[in-house]
């Protein structure tokens, strides 16, 4: 519902083990209905981010890496190719 609504999303982080009502990642679905938001999935080594706007960081105890991806996706200014 909050990306349908009318402030706009400039960037989504999902942790992979959130699923979608279907039982698979949300980050498919997610990037199937919202082309143009970049998505960072947060994954433990070993899980894969698919394809498209997905950007894969790994856990790792903190949240360095994470943020560090943020600000790179965000100041990049597209589709976190």
Avoid: C, W
């Avoid at 999935?41 to 950007?55: C, D, F, P």
């Amino acid at each position: 519902m909050r990306l349908a609504g009318p402030v706009a999303v400039d960037l989504l982080v999902l942790d992979a083990e959130i699923a979608d009502p279907d039982g698979g990642s949300l980050a498919p679905l997610i990037t199937r209905l919202y082309p143009g938001l970049p998505v960072v999935l947060h994954v433990y080594a070993g899980i894969e981010a698919g394809q498209g706007a997905v950007v894969r960081v790994e856990k790792g105890g903190d949240f360095e890496r994470l943020k560090a991806t943020v600000r790179t996706v965000l100041g990049s200014g597209n589709d976190a190719a």
